[in-house]
Each structure stands twice: as structure tokens, then as C-alpha cells.
């Protein structure tokens, strides 16, 4: 850790280290932080954003393929519940998570293909289903099920998106990670 | 409680219409029951609210030398413009194509975001499908799409061959993307059957129409046709002159005709009644006439399969513009599933005129993308401004404590406030002002402005100040500087502090007590804010040397016009303690 920090945010404390399974083709930036004491499983071509915080101190945590988790977010949050369970979260493939998202830990679901947006919080044990998108600074309380293709927008509404577009978005997220790929520099064995 | 940011609101004097144009001319405001008429301004009264503007928003008329308020000014439109694709849109188009953007520019209907025209990719052919052409190219379509909700046009069926024109393309377009025909184009398939002639094209196009939906449009333009024609001919042979042309109830005879049916009695034609009485109704589909269709036994099933949430809200139907291509009110929206894109209003850049003397007070350029203003005269460089901060002053326990903003006031205890009056304009000013010795309202409170009458220097340039400043160091230091002590010394009759073109005095408040005796209502909203009004009277003289350059004979030099304004405020200082 170099000495000098520039940032005006409190600084990072850090927690035991986790085992780790990932993938050979991942990109995980230096300044991501995994702590915890369960297994964190990150598979192929997924892209961690620096300063992305992974906690599997409540449970494992399990991240699939090609998906993106920005700057600031929080997987594993332990929220007011405050339960360990077997499996804090679980990302389906082509999941993208937004900047400054906070997914809490507690057996939560996020279906293939969905877009958490910008600052949103998802409570402990929610289930998202495929292909939803929430907009910025959705929250979600805990338990909640979400069905697949749902948008939730505004103030909490909820509609079914019916534009068929999954295929392409997926499509979209892997020209994405390919750009990120050059762009990130990674650094897997920090973490192993 | 909310803590309150101490505030000015200034009155606009058009709230006394009868000063409304001439410079006011007030009592002297040293007696408290100010006003001409009225009783002392009363900020709680329900009409004050409506007249009371900050700064910011008022403006001032340079010839009437009067404040003007965004209620009393008079409004003309510059430009309209669309907010989406900033383009201009002349006001002759407006008449013809209505306040709406014509263009590409549209908000989801469900959550009023823009809408954005893509393309939608086909998937591409079988191949197993033997195609004769393989060189065909894939016809792109086009939809409009929200980003933040992800509401397709493809929803509503609807698709687009051409990226642009969206507007054009969509009138021609139902829900479902069955095709309707717009105005013109009926016209002129009329026009080309009329040219082929005789009576069995005639029919044939009678009967073309009727089997047809008829929406909304072609309803209102035969039925106008119907009636145009019907009123046609009660007219016919009336004085000979119909063959002149259609004059239809605009002929100078009919006219009079009519007029003496209501003014006549005896004297009216017996001919005319008869005329007037050969209208009739519409009968046909052809001249307008449709039939109800009383049967909603489908939408009440379709209702009751679905959600609350599926059908429209209200402000949703209100905001769709009037679907031409549905049958009148048989086509009313019910469900989110029918709600088409709204196109947006257009939006308008004003210029306000003084409603007096009709000088322009704010003219904005004509240009959408500039935010220049040509004339602005704005009250802010007339009037001086007033800012309002709590002083606490060192009791006999003990240093000062820091005053916090916006921080409750003890009652039956008399705080300190520092008005500063800042000069905007290049002539010293005088100040009067005046305060009632008790504010009204259920609670009054006790106010003492200590300095009632002062004078601020003029708004001179800095450079200027500080040249000036080099002469007399000494003497205005000691005046300026906040020091140790002045703060002691709250006298009456003196300014607390002077600046170039600013001067700050003391206002000792003694806020009242809330308790409520009994049988008396409960506190209602907002009424422990304290707020005191304020008359302020300035005077200043203007060099009336340039303005009139055709004056007499006799003038050699500068004449020191004097002039003054008058005008309530309101001060809100805080709010006071409960219990």
C-alpha cells in the first residue's frame, strides 16, 4: 500500500483475506476490495472495477460469466438482518452492477442480463429476476421478488419491458468487456 | 421545526391598483400606520401572499420609475421553440400545425422521458427459406424508445420506415399499424374522383366512406362540409344575388334578415322563415353523422382481467394530444397499452412590457441558444437590497456565542439584527424607513429600528473608492472596521456600519410569547415565523442632463431631478420558540 493517499474518503480498512476461485480470463483491478472469510468465485470473463468492495463475511459470494461490477459498489453488505448464510450473494451471467450499488448478503438472487442502476440497494435475500432493470437509486427491500423483465422506474413502479432485446444487450455487454479488458489493468494474483 | 433562513419580500405596488402607474407618493413613515388608504401592510393577510416577491423576481420600469411584479407585467411572445430539439418554430406554422413540435421530438407516455428514434434490427431470414432475391437488402425499421422506463412504440404496434419526420409518419399510423389517411389525402381523393365524374364515381366514393372507420378527423370534416353546404342554401334565390358566389350567413342581405328576426317583430319578412327552415341534420356516415356504439362489453372484460396499474392515469390521458385516427370518445385511452407518444409543447421565450407605459422591461434575444438578454432592467439594480443576519451581542454573562442561522428565537427576550442595504445604482440614496411598533398578527412582537433615517453612498467604481481611500485613511477606518468596539455600542440613532456603497443598521426585536390563552385556536401554520413589515422610502437625485435634448431655452446646466420610491416589505427573521 503506498503511503501517500490522495483520496478524501476514509480509508479502507482491511479484513481477512478471502479464498478466492476465479477464472483465468477475469479482469480484476488492483484497488478492488475482496474481504471476508467465505469463498468469493468470480467466472470467465468478468470485469471488477477498482475500489469494488466484495464482503463474503456473511456467506459466499458467486459472480458469473461476463459481468461487470463498477467502482464503489458493495456486494455483501451485511444489512439490518444481519444473518449469515450459506450463499451472501449471487450474480447471474451478463449481471451489470452500477456504480455505487449495494447488494446486501443473505441468499440474494440477481437474475441473468439485469442492470442494477446507479446507487441502488438491494435489501438481503431479494430475488431479481432475468433480464430487469433497475433504474438509479432503486431500492428494494429485503425478501422482495422481482420477475423477470421488469423495470423498475420512478418511485418504486414496476412495468414488464417487452422491447426483446436481451440477445442484444448480452451482445453489448461482451463488446463492453472487451474494451474494459484493455482498459483495466488486472491483477488477479493480488488476491489468490 | 424547519429552521427559516431570514428573507425579504418586497410588495409590488400593483396591488393597489389605484397607484398603478403614477410614482407613489407616501405618508410620512415615521408615523407607523403607514400607507395611504390602508392600514399597515399585513403579511399574514390571505391577499399579501399573492403580492409579496423576493428580489430576484421583480423588475422596474425606467419610465414610470415604478416596480414592476410578474403578475402586473404584460407578456408578449418572442420566439417558440421546442425544449427538445431547440428549433425554432415560427409563429405563422403555429396556427396550422398547433403548439406542438412537428419534427422527431417525443416523451414516453408512461414516464414523460424523450424518446429516442432506433433502429431495430431484423433477425436475419431462415435459411432455409428458398428466397428467389437473396440481394434484397433487410429493411431497417425504426422505433421510439425510452431509456429510462424501456417503453417501445413497438408496444402499441407502431413502426417507422424513415428515421425522421417521426411526427408526419405517425399521423398516418394506428395503434396496431393498420394505416389511416390524413386530411389531405382524403381531400384530395375526393378531389380526383370529383375530376373522373358522373354520379356513379360519386356513389361509389359515398359508399367507400361509410364502409370505412371513421375516425376522428374525417367525422369533423364532413360534418363542417355538411353544414357549409346546408347553410348555403336557405340563401338561394333570396335576393337574386346567390349566383354571385356562396355567401353564405355572411351576405350583407341575410344579415339583415336575421336582424330584423330578433329586432323586427311586425315588421320581419314572412318570406325568411320559411328559407331559414330547410337545414336538416346529418343522416349519413358520409356527412358526419355516427352512430354510438354503446357496446363496451369487451373493454369491461379486458378491465376486469386487468391490473389497477394497467390502466392510464389520469394526468396521462390529459397529457395524450387528441388521437385523430380513433372515433370520437370511442377512442378514449384506458389502458397504458394505448397510450401513444406525446409530442412535446412548445415552449416560448417572452418579452414583458410595463402595463402602463408599455416600455419594454425585458426583451430576450430573438435566438433560441443564446440566454442574453437584450434590455433587462431589473429591480435588483434599482432598489436596494436588503440582507438580513443575526447579531448576538455579549449579555452580562459572558462573551458573545457565535449566531447560529436560522436558530430559534427566545420569547420575551429582544435579539439584535443587522440590516445591510446595498446600493446598486451611481447616486447616493436616502433611506427611511419605517416599522410598526408591533407586529400584526395573534402574537405581536415588539420592533425598534434604531436608525430610521440614513443615507448609502454611491455605487462608485472600486478603483475609485480606493483612491479616494488614500486621502482620508484614518478617519474612515475607524468607521469601517467592525472592531471591538462598536459591537458594544447598539445606539440609537446611529448606523452600525458603512461601506462603499452599503450601510448596515440595527433592529432590536422582542419576539412575543406563543402561549396560547384559552379558547383561543391552535397555532396555525407558519405563525410563529416573525415577521415584521417594513416601509422603505428612497430619494435620490438624477442628473436630468442628457435625457431631453429638445427642452427649452434656459437650461445651461445639469438639473438635480429629484425622485423617490416607496415600497412595503416584508422581513422574515426567524422563528420563535414554542412553550
Redesign the interface.
Known amino acids: 500500500m503506498s503511503s501517500k493517499r490522495h483520496s478524501i474518503l476514509p480509508a479502507v480498512s482491511a479484513g481477512p483475506k478471502p479464498p478466492v476461485h476465479f477464472s483465468s480470463s477475469i479482469t480484476i483491478a488492483d484497488s478492488a476490495l475482496l474481504t471476508g472469510t467465505n469463498l468469493i468465485t468470480i467466472s470467465s470473463e468478468s470485469v471488477i472495477h477498482p475500489r469494488a468492495k466484495l464482503d463474503s463475511l456473511a456467506g459466499r459470494i458467486t459472480i458469473g460469466r461476463r459481468c461487470v461490477v463498477h467502482e464503489r459498489t458493495m456486494l455483501g453488505a451485511i444489512g439490518t438482518s444481519g444473518k449469515v448464510t450459506e450463499q451472501a450473494v449471487t450474480l447471474g451471467d451478463y449481471v451489470t452492477v452500477e456504480v455505487a450499488a449495494s447488494i446486501e448478503a443473505g441468499n440474494t438472487i440477481i437474475g441473468e442480463g439485469t442492470t442494477i442502476g446507479v446507487g441502488s440497494k438491494i435489501g438481503a435475500g431479494a430475488v431479481i429476476g432475468k433480464h430487469c ?1 433497475l ?1 438509479p437509486h432503486t431500492e428494494i427491500p429485503a425478501g422482495e421478488v422481482v420477475p423477470d423483465f421488469t ?1 423498475i ?2 418511485n418504486g ?3 414488464i ?3 426483446g432485446v436481451a440477445d ?1 444487450k448480452n451482445k453489448g455487454q461482451a463488446r463492453q468487456i472487451e474494451v474494459l479488458r484493455r482498459m483495466i489493468p488486472t491483477n488477479p494474483a493480488k488476491f489468490a | 421545526m424547519a429552521p427559516l433562513n431570514p428573507y425579504t419580500y418586497i410588495q409590488c405596488p400593483c396591488s393597489d391598483s389605484a397607484s398603478l402607474g403614477r410614482p407613489s407618493d407616501p405618508t410620512s413613515p415615521a408615523s407607523a400606520d403607514g400607507d395611504e388608504e390602508d392600514n399597515t401592510f399585513d403579511p399574514r393577510a390571505p391577499r399579501a401572499n399573492f403580492s409579496l416577491y423576493p428580489l430576484e423576481y421583480l423588475l422596474y420600469c425606467e419610465d414610470c420609475h415604478q416596480i414592476r411584479c410578474p403578475r402586473c407585467i404584460a407578456e408578449e411572445i418572442a420566439t417558440y421553440f421546442c425544449p427538445s430539439c431547440l428549433f425554432e418554430v415560427p409563429s405563422s406554422n403555429l396556427k396550422s400545425e398547433g403548439n406542438r413540435c412537428t419534427r422527431s421530438c417525443f416523451q414516453c407516455p408512461i414516464c414523460i422521458g424523450p424518446l429516442s428514434v432506433t433502429s431495430i434490427e431484423m433477425p436475419p431470414s431462415d435459411p432455409n427459406l428458398l428466397a428467389p432475391d437473396r440481394a434484397a437488402t433487410p429493411h431497417t425499421t425504426y422505433s421510439l424508445i425510452c431509456s429510462y422506463c424501456n417503453w417501445s412504440s413497438t408496444e402499441i404496434g407502431i413502426q417507422f420506415d424513415k428515421p425522421n419526420s417521426i411526427h408526419a409518419q405517425l399521423a398516418k399510423i394506428r395503434n396496431g399499424g393498420a394505416s389511416r389517411l390524413t386530411a389531405k389525402e382524403r381531400k384530395e381523393r375526393r378531389k380526383e374522383l370529383s375530376h373522373r365524374g358522373g354520379e356513379a364515381a360519386a356513389a361509389a366514393a359515398s359508399e367507400a366512406a361509410a364502409g370505412q372507420d371513421v375516425d376522428l378527423e374525417t367525422q369533423f370534416a364532413n360534418l363542417k362540409l355538411f353544414y357549409t353546404s346546408q347553410l348555403a342554401d336557405p340563401n338561394a334565390g333570396d335576393t337574386g344575388f346567390s349566383s354571385l358566389g356562396d355567401l353564405g350567413f355572411s351576405s350583407p342581405s341575410s344579415l339583415s334578415r336575421i336582424m330584423n328576426l330578433y329586432t323586427g317583430g311586425k315588421l320581419h319578412d314572412p318570406r325568411a322563415k320559411s328559407k331559414l327552415g330547410a337545414m336538416r341534420e346529418a343522416v349519413t356516415a358520409d356527412e358526419g353523422l355516427l352512430e354510438a356504439d354503446l357496446d363496451e362489453s369487451s373493454l369491461i372484460a379486458q378491465l376486469h382481467q386487468s391490473d389497477f396499474l394497467d390502466t392510464a392515469s389520469s394526468t396521462q390521458i390529459c397529457s395524450q394530444p387528441p388521437n385523430l385516427g380513433e372515433p370520437h370518445l370511442h377512442g378514449a385511452v384506458r389502458f397504458n397499452s394505448s397510450l401513444r407518444p406525446v409530442p412535446y409543447l412548445l415552449r416560448t421565450k417572452r418579452s414583458k412590457r410595463c402595463p402602463a407605459c408599455r416600455h419594454i422591461v425585458s426583451k430576450p434575444e430573438a435566438k433560441v441558444l443564446t440566454t442574453r438578454f437584450r434590455i433587462r432592467l431589473v429591480a435588483g439594480s434599482y432598489i436596494p437590497s436588503i440582507s438580513i443576519r443575526r447579531l448576538n451581542l455579549p449579555g452580562p454573562n459572558g462573551p458573545a456565542a457565535p449566531a447560529i442561522l436560522g436558530d430559534l428565537l427566545e420569547p420575551l427576550k429582544p435579539v439584535h439584527f443587522v440590516l445591510t442595504f446595498k446600493n446598486p445604482i451611481f447616486e447616493s440614496l436616502k433611506v427611511t424607513l419605517g416599522a410598526p411598533a408591533k407586529t400584526p398578527g395573534r402574537f405581536p412582537s415588539k420592533v425598534t429600528v434604531l436608525c430610521p433615517q440614513f443615507d448609502i453612498d454611491a455605487n462608485t467604481d472600486v478603483w475609485d473608492e480606493a483612491l479616494k481611500d488614500n486621502d482620508r485613511e484614518s478617519s474612515s477606518r475607524s468607521r469601517r472596521r467592525a472592531g471591538t468596539e462598536s459591537q458594544f455600542q447598539v445606539e440609537v440613532g446611529k448606523i452600525w456600519e458603512r461601506g462603499r456603497n452599503w450601510v448596515s443598521i440595527i433592529v432590536e426585536i422582542v419576539p412575543a410569547s406563543l402561549k396560547l390563552e384559552a379558547g383561543q385556536d391552535a397555532l396555525r401554520e407558519d405563525e410563529d415565523v416573525l415577521e415584521i413589515p417594513m416601509f422603505v422610502r428612497i430619494e435620490w437625485e438624477v442628473e436630468n442632463g442628457g435625457e431631453d435634448a429638445a427642452s427649452g431655452p434656459g437650461r445651461d446646466k445639469d438639473q438635480q431631478e429629484k425622485r423617490e420610491l416607496a415600497y412595503w416589505c416584508v422581513l422574515g427573521l426567524g422563528r420563535i420558540k414554542q412553550g
Open positions: 432493470t433504474t423495470v422506474y420512478s413502479m414496476r412495468r419491458d417487452k422491447r442484444l
